[in-house]
């Protein structure tokens, strides 16, 4: 299942490269970074970490031999209902306080144990993303149902 799943998954990080490499310019008319040049940087290294992992995969695997062990469905409802739940907050509290929710219940679930690791990262990479986004680049957050005052 793991193997399948990396599949699908380098099949949408190809095609996302793509569309960045296809629809999306570089540089601006003014010589300036485009709208290509975030997505292809993401793209590209979406695409290699997850043919490694795909790699990774095959081997264990063929190491294992064909036979492995059953499918945990309840991972893969659990991480369904995980996407679907982010979504919702997404839509209500807007990119960062959704992340910082979103991270820190997935984290809680799939981290066990690491509470001092989970806070930190559930802080950090969204904060990460709204200075880089937000004050760096000067792109908006995605909006908010109840919007924040900073």
């Given at each position: 299942m793991r193997l399948t799943f990396l599949l699908v998954v380098l099949a949408?990080?190809?095609f996302y490269t793509y569309i960045a490499f296809v629809d999306l310019s570089f540089m601006t008319r003014s010589g300036r970074l485009g709208p290509g040049f975030?997505?292809?940087i993401v793209g590209v290294i979406a695409v290699i970490f997850i043919a490694w992992s795909v790699f990774d995969a095959m081997r264990d695997r063929s190491a294992r031999g064909l036979g492995g062990t059953g499918s945990n469905w309840s991972d893969v409802f659990v991480l369904i209902s995980l996407a679907i739940g982010y979504a919702v907050l997404?839509?209500?509290f807007g990119g960062f306080i959704a992340?910082?929710?979103y991270l820190a219940i997935a984290l809680s679930i799939l981290n066990r144990g690491r509470h001092v690791q989970n806070g930190i990262l559930a802080l950090?990479?969204?904060g990460g993303v709204y200075l880089l986004f937000d004050k760096l680049l000067n792109a908006?957050?995605?909006p908010a149902v109840f919007d924040l005052p900073f």
């Open positions: 949408g990080a190809i975030f997505p292809r997404l839509r209500l992340t910082v929710l950090t990479i969204p908006n957050m995605p």
